[in-house]
């Protein structure tokens, strides 16, 4: 069935696609949902794809509001627009690294901007002679959320969209976020904490339709496992801590969260790098079959002469490698600048080339089998640090120098990998709807450079106003609401351990190391042979290890509606157009409480005391707007219209 959907106009150029309207709107959608991911990646360890609800948007805007638009138009401006949102990941894996460590007081614009535009640029470039074997040839390879894109934008060539409810969606999550964050009339946190038998139980929910609208897009399985991991830190090694360990105050003290939590976190740490090199292990084979691949498709690149057909047509070779000539060598300079030592540099950079090169391929050929949602990119960037914070030492590099060299890597082939996993599924809906793949290719280009540009603003303009990490720098009022920036902290560990004079918990991380090694063997041993529905992953329990329990409680509320949803629906015909409604009203949701925490930071930021509403009823109106919310995404669910 694939096969037909490509030869529409396959030698025909459409009437309109690369356009300036096409582009324009591409940066600016790109823009917003780059700013929704930076946000929601720091506050919850996650982030979402942007390519359904830009095309949704897109063609919302197009042909509601100019009376005009292709199909090909609107894949230009999901493309764009995704290209931007998939650097979100990359960075903010990475960068917020440094200033957890305390290696940077600030996040430096040129560094985070060119570490951006290196890696997404790289991981455009290598995985452009890689789409006809694996996007073309290859029909093991499905990519789901290309041929999802690509429905949505037939869809709306027939004239159907939810540009609507994306927009309603939008406006009830800034609405939200500015009462909570801005007016405090509702509050973020509804947390208690119990003495027990001489330990403390801490408890919450965190008030946020983001974090319950990426409950509902990750569904219930992943969902319950961050729960999962949420408990094991809260509700067993938090009491267990508390009633072993002297902390210097009494159990009733408002600084024990923190105190307990800074300890707690460390499981997350020895749970994330076994969940990291475990699932490099599961996905062996397809690492050599991409690396097989990719080699094939740089041959075929060398060797066609042929002039292909336009829905074959890739960037010119000439472009392709002065391309990749020009981003290796600003990836030498910027090291140099970074580190202020060229023999550092020197060395940095071919091993970020052959990481990204690796991580690239490995990545373009995992997403198309079990999409860009379960690419386990974490896990490669993990890798990517343990391989180059252990090159770097052995070449008798230490200090601030050689944390700088390593993140610095880190960032470049996490941005490559990301950018390179959403190149691939932009590709495969251009491939079923008769695109040009070189205009996609130059777009994605466009979204890379563009979106790069905002990163480091919105990242300081962000831990000025909230704390990243730490929030040790702001008011005291403000304290105890910093961005968690999971990811980020683990990686700020790892390097304090190696290159710092940080004493690491050795105890708690092997302890997090045995609970994922335990829950690796429980789902290859138990529920693998069963063929059971639901399967124990590492890493989202990682990431509930990490987290707040409030957090962990409220995606569960997200997984929960999704699975409802799902059951109140008779036939899966019915049942993936109410998720897929589901789906567009959550992004909604997840970009306008993102965009609106932006635009709170900015008086924030500049010390601005904005009215304080708080009162008597804030926790009640907290519950009542939050079961709105969920009734809301239920009802948009269910619905038969």
């Known amino acids: 069935m694939q096969s037909e959907a490509p030869r529409i106009q396959r030698d025909k150029i459409p009437t309109a696609e690369f356009t300036g309207l096409a582009i324009g709107l591409g940066i600016l959608v790109g823009l917003g949902m780059s700013l929704a991911n930076v946000y929601l990646g720091l506050f919850a360890g996650m982030t979402v794809s942007a390519s359904i609800p830009a095309a949704v948007i897109s063609m919302g805007l197009l042909k ?76 093991d390879l499905i990519y789901p959320e290309g041929v999802a894109c690509s429905k949505v934008l037939r869809a709306g060539e027939e004239g159907g969209t939810g540009m609507r409810m994306v927009f309603a969606a939008l406006g009830v999550g800034t609405f939200i976020q500015i009462l909570t964050s801005g007016l405090r009339l509702l509050t973020a946190d509804l947390s208690g904490a119990w003495t027990i038998s001489g330990a403390r139980v801490f408890g919450g929910f965190t008030a946020s339709p983001a974090l319950i609208a990426v409950g509902y897009i ?67 084979k397809g690492i050599g079959q991409g690396v097989r691949e990719t080699f094939g498709g740089y041959r075929s690149a060398m060797d066609d002469t042929a002039p292909p057909a336009r829905t074959d047509q890739d960037m010119s070779r000439k472009w ?39 991580f690239v391929a490995v990545a373009s050929y995992i997403v198309g089998l079990v999409g860009s949602s379960n690419s386990p990119v974490s896990g490669m960037t993990i890798c990517s640090v343990l391989l180059t914070s252990g090159v770097i030492f052995l070449f008798g590099y230490s200090g601030e120098a050689a944390i700088l060299a390593t993140m610095a890597v880190a960032g470049v082939v996490c941005c490559a990998t990301c950018t390179s996993g959403d190149v691939c599924q932009d590709l495969k809906t251009g491939q079923l709807i008769g695109a040009t793949p070189y205009r996609q290719q130059w777009a994605e280009v466009i979204g890379v450079i563009c979106a790069s540009f905002v990163m480091a603003p919105v990242l300081g303009l962000l831990h000025n106003a909230y704390g990243i ?64 529905k639901f399967r124990l992953f590492v890493m989202p329990v990682a990431v509930g290890m990490y987290l707040p329990l409030g957090l962990s409680m409220a995606i569960l509320v997200g997984g929960l509606l999704a699975w409802f949803s799902g059951r109140a629906h008779t036939n899966p015909e019915s049942r993936g157009r109410g998720h897929e409604k589901g789906v567009l009203l959550a992004s909604g949701l ?3 409480e993102a965009i609106a925490g932006v635009l709170i930071a900015i008086p924030k930021a500049a010390k601005v005391s904005l009215p304080d509403l708080e009162g008597a009823f804030t926790p009640f109106l907290t519950t009542f707007a939050m079961a709105g919310v969920a009734i809301m995404i239920y009802r948009a669910s269910v619905s038969q219209k």
């Not at 917020?96 to 940077?104: R, S």
């Not at 600003?330 to 970020?352: C, H, I, Q």
């Not at 940080?502 to 290859?524: F, K, N």
Request: glycine fraction near 10%.
């Open 320 to 358: 392709l490698v002065l391309l990749t000539a020009a981003t290796c060598m600003v990836v030498l300079f910027l090291y140099y600048r970074v580190t202020g030592n060229m023999g550092l540099a020197a060395l940095a950079t071919p091993l970020m080339v052959v990481c990204s090169f690796f």
């Open 469 to 532: 990490g730490t929030d040790v720098h702001l008011p005291e009022s403000l304290q105890g609401h910093a961005l968690e920036a999971p990811q980020a902290q683990l990686f700020a560990s790892l390097m304090r351990g190696f290159f710092g004079e940080a004493d690491l918990p050795w105890g708690i991380i092997a302890a997090g190391a045995a609970a994922g090694l335990i829950i690796i063997l429980i789902d290859q041993l138990v529920l693998l042979p069963k063929q059971s």
């Open 590 to 592: 997840i970009a306008g």
């Open 64 to 139: 509601g509001v100019f009376k005009r638009g292709t199909i090909h138009e609107n894949n230009i401006v999901q493309t764009i627009a995704s290209a931007g949102e998939s650097l979100a990941a990359g960075i903010i894996f990475t960068m917020p690294a440094l200033v957890i460590a305390g290696v940077w007081s600030d996040f430096d614009f040129w560094t985070t901007t060119l570490i951006s535009m290196t890696g997404g640029m790289l991981g455009v470039l290598f995985m452009i002679p890689l789409r006809r074997p694996m996007i073309v040839e290859d029909a």
């Open 218 to 284: 990750v569904g219930l399985n992943i969902s319950l496992l961050i729960f999962v991991g949420g408990a094991i830190s809260w509700l067993v090694a938090a009491p267990y801590l508390t009633a072993t360990t002297d902390y210097g105050v009494a159990l009733d003290a408002p600084e024990l969260f923190g105190l307990v939590k800074a300890d707690v976190r460390f499981l997350g740490v020895g749970a994330m790098i076994v969940g990291g090199l475990w699932s490099i292990i599961q996905i062996r």
